[in-house]
């Protein structure tokens, strides 16, 4: 009976916390939305808000999981992205198309599983090239660098193939953002702090949810360098440096990916 009663309890404080950051959630969604609205207007300076909406988009993002909205998360990683590219085209737009998805989130509208991908897909994308148009806007590639120079030089390797790319910093998001939305190939820098790509990929092709998902390690390490033994035989090798693109179009061509 005590176990039933503490449970009880566990699950009201529970919906307290939930109902408590839709409240807060939905506050910042509003404030970002009037921040974009001042800025597209010129009352306040593109920059400055700017740098406040990606402040709060990054707080989104890491309670969103937290609090059990996982799906906040998902769209606020795809939302810092998009922020990154202020001289896109209807950028402001853009801005409160995001807000509104993740409102709907709060309001209980989201996809069931399997479907999280088409979803994330339908929302605003910037892109590195100027007048870009996907070839293949059914592939998404989730892009795993630290350094985000060296990401939005990949990225535009990638966007020239005609791909849709997210890039995330960190494999442990990485990790939850591909079992969740499972993209069509991930490449992942061999070193990334707290938790390395090559054990990013390792974990990814052993998982039942990931494990068809094309996999690359982006690395400067030779073949039998030991920090890549026993990476699975289906994980591409791409060179960092003159050979990347080389590499690139080998790995695609290896993967399956056209």
């Known amino acids: 009976m005590a176990r039933a009663v ?4 566990l699950d009201k404080i529970l919906a307290e916390l939930s109902s408590e950051f839709i409240g807060i959630a939905t506050d910042v969604l509003r ?4 921040l974009a609205r001042q800025a597209n207007s010129g009352k306040i300076k593109r ?15 890491g309670q969103g999981g937290s ?19 202020p001289n896109a085209a209807n ?14 989130i709060l309001d209980g509208e989201f996809p069931r599983e399997g479907e999280v991908e088409r ?7 910037a892109f590195e ?9 059914d592939i998404e590639v989730l892009l795993v660098v630290e350094s985000m120079t060296q990401g939005h030089l990949i990225r535009r390797e990638l966007e020239a193939c005609g791909f849709r790319v997210t890039i995330i910093a960190n494999a442990l998001d990485a990790l939850a953002y591909a079992v969740r939305v499972q993209p069509r190939l991930v490449l992942a820098s061999a070193m990334l702090p707290v938790m390395s790509g090559t054990d990013l990929l390792r974990a990814l092709r ?24 026993g990476m699975p035989a289906e994980v591409a090798l791409i060179r960092k440096g003159s050979n990347f693109g080389d590499d690139l179009a080998m790995a695609l061509s290896k993967l399956g990916i056209a």
Not at 31 to 34: A, L, T
Not at 119 to 125: D, K, N, S
């Open 6 to 9: 503490n449970q009880a309890q």
């Open 31 to 34: 404030e970002i939305e009037d």
């Open 47 to 61: 920059e400055d808000a700017i740098r406040k909406i990606g402040r709060e988009a990054h707080s989104l993002k």
């Open 67 to 85: 609090f059990g909205f996982g799906n906040i998360t998902l769209v606020a990683h795809r939302f810092e992205d998009f922020l990154g590219y």
């Open 91 to 104: 950028y402001w737009d853009g801005v409160v198309a995001y807000v509104d998805r993740m409102a709907k």
């Open 119 to 125: 979803v994330l897909a339908g929302l605003p994308q």
């Open 129 to 137: 090239l100027d007048d870009n148009v996907l070839e293949h806007p």
């Open 206 to 229: 052993a998982m039942a949810a990931t494990g068809k998902v094309a996999c690359a390690v982006l690395t400067s390490m030779s073949a039998d360098d030991p920090m890549l033994r």
